[in-house]
T-cell receptor, first 118, second 113 residues
Framework: NAGVTQTPKFRILKIGQSMTLQCAQDMNHNYMYWYRQDPGMGLKLIYYSVGAGITDKGEVPNGYNVSRSTTEDFPLRLELAAPSQTSVYFC?????????????????FGDGTRLSIL | DQQVKQNSPSLSVQEGRISILNCDYTNSMFDYFLWYKKYPAEGPTFLISISSIKDKNEDGRFTVFLNKSAKHLSLHIVPSQPGDSAVYFCAASATQGAQKLVFGQGTRLTINP
């Protein structure tokens, strides 16, 4: 059982380049999330999705875009890479949200993509 | 504005003793709290959670305590084992619907033999 799979694991970009971080889950989870973790800090939510075709901004969305065309995939796009986007990016998924039927189920995380922008 | 704070960047505990990790929060709307454990080069792994309607939740060696009036929660690990050495993150959520988790900075726990 793969869980949440993120590719690539590492990437170095030049300022101004663009790239897509891939995230796929095989648990049939409705909810998916993107976080970034800067050194010595906690994870910060970038974008999230409550189902295919529905996305919304998190705490730090500037400079990023997402799409959710299928339940399984939730790619994160950087259009114009900046040094401030150097970070480790984590994708996560959960069966439910907060409360309600199927709610309060924990998020499952991928192993991250380490991105350096030089 | 740090809504979730873990004020101890690191903690060292002897094997077999109790490890106590602390977390404070400022947003009174938070109603769901979780602890995650993270090893190097891996993603966070869920450990234990607690809803605001409870003040204690136990799972094997792990117990989470919630003090709503003090806006404080703690994770107790007993007995501590070498495999518990990791970074522990406290997280909280206030949103109905999606779990928009707010994370603390993490505490690096080292269990010494």
């Amino acid at each position: 059982n793969a869980g949440v799979t993120q590719t690539p694991k590492f990437r170095i970009l030049k300022i101004g380049q663009s790239m897509t971080l891939q995230c796929a889950q095989d648990m049939n989870h409705n909810y998916m999330y993107w976080y970034r973790q800067d050194p010595g800090m906690g994870l910060k939510l970038i974008y999230y999705s409550v189902g295919a075709g529905i996305t919304d901004k998190g705490e730090v969305p500037n400079g990023y875009n997402v799409s959710r065309s299928t339940t399984e995939d939730f790619p994160l796009r950087l259009e114009l890479a900046a040094p401030s986007q150097t970070s480790v990016y984590f994708c996560a998924s959960s069966y439910g949200g907060v409360g309600g039927a199927g709610g309060n189920q924990p998020q499952h995380f991928g192993d991250g993509t380490r991105l350096s922008i030089l | 504005d740090q809504q979730v704070k873990q004020n101890s960047p690191s903690l060292s505990v002897q094997e077999g003793r109790i490890s106590i990790l602390n977390c404070d929060y400022t947003n009174s709307m938070f109603d769901y709290f979780l602890w995650y454990k993270k090893y190097p080069a891996e993603g966070p792994t869920f450990l234990i959670s607690i809803s605001s309607i409870k003040d204690k939740n136990e799972d094997g060696r792990f117990t989470v305590f919630l003090n709503k009036s003090a806006k404080h929660l703690s994770l107790h690990i007993v007995p501590s084992q070498p495999g518990d050495s990791a970074v522990y993150f406290c997280a909280a959520s206030a949103t109905q619907g999606a779990q928009k988790l707010v994370f603390g900075q993490g505490t690096r726990l080292t269990i010494n033999p």
